[in-house]
């Protein structure tokens, strides 16, 4: 018999497509829209089956594991789930029964994804097309906003946003990266005015990006810190200039204002986690990379040279980092069909991004400079520090996409294959 809440859930799942598609589909990235969702929902099934077939366990069968006890309790003992979901009860049976409860993030996937399991009967892919949904709606109202305002880096937000095939996969189904890609890019999107004109934002927007980030923070707390560190420098930058009618705002003027409030944002972020001290970052750093080097196949590790845990130690090799985390593998380090799809695709970001530094020149840096900036520190950030405490090369293939795709962006925004797209239109 065909469960009920299956058919509801289907129902719902195209009501929410069919009303979002009648918002946007006369925006820059409309016609492209229904094409991309439908790839993203597909890449949602193609990642909880490659977990499932090939390693036969994983992050998201343990989310599953643990979303379904916790919403099983819900109808016979409500009080005990909400003890657990809210306030994580250690008293309760039901937290005896968790897999996940030692690691707090992991378990606030789970805790998420009871919630959906509530409502679909626990079914794996239904619940996964939910996060896929809310994965791809942020991504696509990033690319659509940056399309908007930057008109000539439309053809690199369709492909970074919506059919780049690593961004699509990995942050699908029931994933961590899902929700944190999905947090990341909806965050960006509503200051993309800002960053862009230095236009307000609504305060409701911003009430929506403050709940936005403490979710990323308690999912991952690294990745908010960095987006804070950065966006908010950048943010006081692009008001000013646009408030300071009349006054030159050269590029040297906005890289030194930008550069004094990163150093205040830094400091004041360092005081609201103490892993983000910097001592406390090369404690946490060093016992993760201890950790996945000793668990992983040699071959699969990021080479640093002559590491030693030690500051010194992390300063020559941030170069390594910044190569592994941006690029590696490369086809001719590729073994098995996995790393050579990402390989593959690697190559191409590479080749861009060495006609985007062979061109740097034709950015308008009095225009644009400070936002390209920007991103490429926060993405240089979360290169290093990924590489460094995550050096299994597959591992970071699926944490990277919490910044890949901007670097896409970034790099097929190069005013060269600009103009050669638009040779071969004419």
């Known amino acids: 018999m065909v469960d009920p809440l299956l058919i509801i859930n289907i129902f719902i799942i195209i009501v929410l497509v069919r009303g979002l598609y009648r918002r946007v589909r006369y925006r820059p990235l409309g016609k492209f829209y229904l094409p991309g969702l439908s790839l993203k929902l597909l890449a949602g099934i193609l990642l909880g089956l490659y977990y499932i077939v090939f390693f036969q366990g994983g992050d998201t069968l343990m989310f599953n594991e643990d979303a379904t006890r916790m919403a099983g309790t819900v109808f016979d003992k409500p009080g005990e789930y ?11 049976l039901l937290w005896g029964t968790l897999k996940l409860a030692d690691q707090p993030r992991a378990l606030l996937t789970a805790k998420i994804l009871s919630v959906f399991h509530i409502f679909t009967n626990g079914n794996y892919w239904i619940s996964g097309f939910y996060f896929s949904l809310f994965a791809y709606t942020g ?5 659509d906003r940056l399309a908007t305002y930057f008109p000539w880096t439309r053809n690199a937000s369709i492909a970074a946003f919506i059919f780049f095939p690593s961004v699509i996969f990995w942050s699908s189904g029931v994933s961590k990266e899902a929700i944190s890609t999905g947090l990341i890019a909806w965050i960006i999107s509503i200051y993309v005015p800002a960053l862009a004109r230095g236009e307000g934002v609504a305060k409701r927007k911003v009430i929506v990006s403050l709940v936005l980030l403490f979710i990323l923070w308690l999912l991952k707390y690294y990745y908010a810190a960095a987006l804070i560190a950065i966006l908010i420098p950048t ?12 006054i030159s705002w050269n590029f040297n003027k906005q890289v030194l204002y930008w550069l004094s409030f990163l150093v ?24 993760n990379h201890a950790l996945y080097t000793q668990m992983s196949d040699p071959d699969n590790l990021i080479r640093f040279r002559d590491f030693t845990p030690t500051f010194l130690g992390y300063v020559k090799n941030i170069p390594i980092a910044v190569w592994a985390g941006l690029f590696q593998p490369l086809p001719w380090e590729a073994e098995g069909y996995i790393k050579l799809i990402a390989s593959l695709e690697n190559l191409i970001i590479l080749v861009f991004a060495v006609f985007s530094i062979l061109n740097i020149s034709r950015i308008n840096v009095s225009n644009n400079g400070i936002l390209v900036i920007g991103a490429m520190t ?3 950030l979360m290169a290093v520090f990924l590489a460094f405490s995550t050096p299994n090369l597959g591992t970071l293939a699926r944490y990277k996409s919490g910044f890949a795709f901007l670097f896409i962006y970034l790099v097929m925004a190069d005013p060269v294959f600009k103009r050669l797209l638009k040779i071969k239109r004419e």
């Open 82 to 92: 909400l003890r657990v979901v809210l306030f994580n009860d250690h008293s309760t």
């Open 139 to 143: 991504l696509w109202s990033l690319g």
């Open 235 to 246: 943010l006081i930058v692009s008001v000013l200039k646009s408030i300071s009618a009349g």
């Open 264 to 287: 205040w944002s830094v400091v004041i972020a360092s005081f609201i986690h103490p892993n983000l001290q910097l001592t406390n970052v090369m404690e946490v750093v060093s016992t």
């Open 378 to 380: 926060y993405i240089f």
